[in-house]
Structure formats: C-alpha cells, structure tokens
C-alpha cells in the first residue's frame, strides 16, 4: 500500500525560498510518475509541477522558472525547490503518485508566503 508524507512547509517571505519533500512507502517508486500540486481554501486543486520515472519534469506556468521538482529513487524520495516566492505561492502543497490503478495523495503541507 502506497503512503505520502510532505514535509518541509512553513511561513517564509516573499523572495524567499522553501523545500518541500515526500517520502513515499511502498513498492514500485521509480516506475511511476510524481507530482506536487496546491491548494487554496474554496479553489480547485492546482496542478505545479510533475516528474516521469526518467526524469522528465513540467511544470504550471505560474511556477516555471521558480520552481524545480526532482526525485531520489533510491531513497523513495521526491522534492519541490521553490524559489523566488510569491504571496500567491501560498496553499497546501500536495505529493501524488500516478498510477494506472488511480493517484495517491500525501497528506500536504501548508507553505505561507508573507508579503
């Protein structure tokens, strides 16, 4: 069974920088796909940024440029690099595996950003 922990959130100010990570548990890590998205309270879940099994990232255009998402297979491991942050960058950051049998999702983590 699939769990996602994020950890790394918190209150930082504009301009500033954060890492998020997600430790995943389970088998099978470095054959699915990862992603980060956000959430903001009354709002649609957001998509930020993902990572395919070799390495391909994409990321929202509200983030490109900023932000950088990688992996540690090894280590069961994904990260969120967010750099140069903004007000609006505030939300609860989310991990999610993608699978052909459905997405799992962490619990998230709130990041603030102050201006």
């Known amino acids: 069974q699939v769990q996602l922990v994020e950890s790394g959130g918190g209150l930082v100010q504009a301009g500033g920088s954060l890492r998020l990570s997600c430790a995943a548990s389970?088998?099978?890590?470095?054959?699915?796909?990862m992603a980060w998205y956000r959430q903001v309270p009354e709002k649609q879940r957001e998509w930020v940024a993902s990572?395919?099994?070799?390495?391909?990232?994409n990321y929202a255009d509200a983030v490109k440029g900023r932000f950088n998402i990688s992996r540690e297979n090894a280590k069961n491991m994904v990260y969120l690099q967010m750099n140069s942050l903004k007000p609006e960058d505030t939300a609860v950051y989310y991990c999610?595996?993608?699978?052909?049998?459905?997405?799992?999702w962490g619990q998230g983590t709130q990041v603030t950003v102050s201006s």
């Open positions: 999610a595996m993608v699978t052909s049998n459905g997405d799992y």
């Open positions: 389970g088998s099978g890590f470095s054959t699915f796909a």
């Open positions: 990572i395919t099994r070799s390495g391909t990232t």
